[in-house]
């Protein structure tokens, strides 16, 4: 089992360890989950992503072999911006879905989910070799990874930090990034460099932060110590509520709504997708577009009270199995059970009825208007 | 880690307080800590029948949903209506007001059997 350099650092916290994707995470801390969403939603939450996977690729050809992989065009993204993309094989299945950084003209960051660290590095080597004289670094390693997120963090971080000049910090507009040195709010000697992106999972204004890999301690107790000092309220926060915080604004967890055995069509993820350039698996994605799938992705909301879990069954109103629920949980801040299922499309409109199997029991559920939650950066 | 000292208790962490012969039934400070917070308690009607060791309800934390099972036999004559508003009661407070159900034994000297707070705790540090 796989441990982040926050490790030590989570147990001092209090924090519940558990296996996720082959690392020993921290699942919440004292407060509990349903805190740490509220505090999120409501001030700032720190979140430890340092188990993700992070590459760098450069070099001649490389925004060009990129351009092919990712569903994402590339070609007008400005560098200082980020975007989210897919990664699919040649049969439309999504391998992944990541987030991309411009550093430069022919230099990229990208960063995956822990669970497909290897194979997308196999991946991206695999073309690699194939295109040309494209560069492929693993800096899982050498970069940790803090998510900082929730109305407050922005307020708090552009007190302890400078930019390359040394002048205070501007955050950068979304999905934009910069270098950024983090200090501590009473010891501004004690200052880290770090890759800040304006990027999250949590329907949240906030940042994702990229400091080296053993100075990244120091940059979590220096967003505690000086939100203390500063009066803003933030704490910890697990993935437990990491979870919960992603599924309201209807962000996909690789695994649940996304795996090889299923393509952006059902996933209702064209949006991420440019089908007027072409990548690896477009022709895939066309065809099925054209065909119609059989399945889509729905978010319901429980009418009888139960829990949904991923896995449970879904069936229509006749009692056929029809679906299963692949993310299910209390969702703190809409206050009701819900999930996301995979159903036929004649039930994957708003306002159908579906049943989830509880133990055995059918419990009446219905299916809702996504995003459950509007992020609070989208107006 | 609280032990209450005037309930019994079995190892799979459900506690039993007795007033003649009837008992309140809830779980242990334990029991709820390793849950986490409980977002829902799925509580029987008010009649049924229960026998010792048998499962009689499902408490669903954020983590997991886990059965729930009764420590003495007897009749459910009373369930905890406040759970289905407030579940985190559980969490709050396991020996008081986040209790479960209130059981009509049918064989009192059950009681006797279960776990004395002292000999829970040993369990539970072993565990």
Not at chain 1, 192 to 202: D, E, I, S
Request: glycine content about 8%; overall charge negative; proline content about 6%.
């Amino acid at each position: 089992m796989k441990r982040t350099v926050l490790y030590d650092t989570h147990l001092s916290l209090g924090a519940k360890m558990a296996p996720f994707a082959g690392w020993e995470m921290p699942i919440q801390y004292p407060a509990g989950p349903i805190e740490e969403h509220r505090l999120v939603r409501r001030s700032a939450g720190l979140f430890d992503t340092s188990h993700m996977g992070r590459f760098r690729v450069y070099g001649p050809g490389s925004t060009q072999l990129l351009d092919r992989l990712l569903t994402a065009r590339l070609s007008d993204l400005s560098v200082g911006f980020s975007r989210y993309s897919l990664l699919l094989r040649e049969d439309g299945g999504v391998l992944d879905d990541l987030f991309v950084y411009r550093l430069g003209e022919e230099e990229w960051f990208i960063v995956v989910n822990a669970s497909n660290t290897e194979k997308d590095f196999a991946w991206f080597q695999q073309w690699a070799a194939k295109e040309g004289p494209v560069q492929l670094e693993n800096l899982s390693f050498r970069f940790g990874m803090i998510a900082f997120q929730g109305p407050k963090a922005l307020e708090l971080l552009t007190q302890i930090t400078t930019n390359e000049k040394g002048d205070r910090w501007t955050p950068p507009e979304r999905f934009g990034w910069s270098w950024v040195w983090i200090a501590n709010h009473s010891d501004l000697s004690t200052r880290v460099r770090c890759l800040v992106g304006r990027t999250g999972y949590t329907g949240e204004d906030g940042v994702e932060i990229f400091p080296p890999w053993d100075r990244t301690p120091l940059v979590w107790e220096s967003i505690l110590s000086s939100a203390q000092k500063l009066g803003i309220e933030a704490g910890p926060a697990g993935l437990a509520a990491r979870d919960s915080l992603r599924f309201e604004p209807g962000f996909a967890l690789y695994g649940h709504e996304l795996s090889e055995d299923i393509t952006p069509v059902e996933a209702s993820l064209l949006w991420a997708c440019d089908l007027e350039k072409p990548f690896v698996g477009r022709e895939a994605v066309l065809r099925r577009k054209e065909k119609g799938p059989k399945e889509k992705l729905v978010t319901f909301v429980m009418e009888e009270q139960a829990v949904p879990r991923a896995g449970y069954a879904v069936t229509d109103e006749g009692g056929n199995t029809v679906g299963k629920v692949v993310t299910g949980l209390y969702a703190p801040t809409i206050d009701a059970f819900a999930g996301n299922a995979f159903v036929p499309t004649d039930l994957a409109i708003s306002g159908k009825t579906l049943y989830i199997v509880v133990r055995g029991a059918r419990k009446k559920a219905r299916v809702v208007k996504r995003p459950l939650y509007k992020p609070a950066y989208r107006t | 880690m609280t032990y209450d000292p005037d309930v019994k208790y079995q190892k799979s962490h459900e506690w039993a307080r007795k007033d003649g012969t009837l008992f309140t039934i809830g779980i242990s400070d334990y029991a709820q800590d390793s849950l986490g917070d409980v977002v829902f308690v799925e509580l029987p009607e008010k009649g049924k029948v229960v026998q010792k060791g048998e499962a009689f309800g499902v408490v669903e934390s954020v983590k997991a949903a886990s059965d729930v099972y009764a420590p003495l036999s007897g009749t459910i004559v009373e369930v905890n209506s406040k759970l289905k508003e407030d579940p985190a009661l559980v969490n709050r407070e396991p020996f008081g007001a986040g209790w479960f159900v209130k059981i009509q034994a049918s064989n009192p000297t059950e009681y006797e059997e279960l776990l004395s707070a002292t000999e829970y705790e040993a369990f539970v540090k072993g565990l």
